[in-house]
Nanobody, 124 residues
């Protein structure tokens, strides 16, 4: 049974930073893609970032490029999302997900398992 647990969300002022963590269990994730998505109230879920565990390839959504960084610790089966220069429009529930294949995936429907999400609120 694959389980994903996000942590690190909270309330921050615009311009501030937060680091989200996602701990994965139930499978060795060294060959899979880990991703972050977010969903704001009244909006569809949006791709944020993804990392291929095998070769370190990363991909980012246009709205977060240059501000967010995804990284991972293979030994801990954990993926991180460092979020800098946060804006009020970054306010959303952030979800961690795993795509059980080695090739990069940026589409929500391509992910196989999801965490429950962590709330990020950016005040202006």
């Amino acid at each position: 049974q694959v389980q994903l647990a996000e942590s690190g969300g909270g309330l921050v002022q615009a311009g501030g930073s937060l680091r989200l963590s996602c701990a994965a269990s139930g499978r060795a994730f060294s060959r899979y893609v880990m991703g972050w998505f977010r969903q704001a109230p009244g909006k569809e879920r949006e791709f944020v970032a993804a990392s291929s565990w095998r070769d370190g390839t990363t991909s980012y959504g246009d709205s977060v490029k240059g501000r967010f960084t995804i990284s991972r610790d293979n030994a801990k089966n954990t993926v991180y999302l460092q979020m800098n220069i946060l804006k009020p429009e970054d306010t959303a529930v952030y979800y961690c997900a795993v795509h059980m294949r080695p090739l990069m995936q940026v589409t929500e429907s391509g992910y196989d398992y999801w965490g429950r999400g962590t709330q990020v609120t950016v005040s202006s």
